[in-house]
């Protein structure tokens, strides 16, 4: 459930940055899919982290 939220999060935060920068549409895709694969995978370790 963690990581699922981590992607969510991840990707507004890859939307709103490329936004800030003034990114076209597939600026903000990138943006957002790079976000929330770092996002996520930041999540997973932490995750796996706490139930050890």
């Not at 990114?23 to 995978?41: E, T, W």
């Amino acid at each position: 459930m963690l990581v699922i939220a981590a992607l969510v999060f991840g990707a507004l935060v890859g939307v709103l940055r490329a936004r800030k920068r003034g990114g076209n549409r597939l600026d903000i895709a990138q943006y957002a899919a790079v976000h929330a694969l770092v996002f996520a995978l930041i999540a997973l370790f932490t995750s796996i982290f706490i139930s050890r």
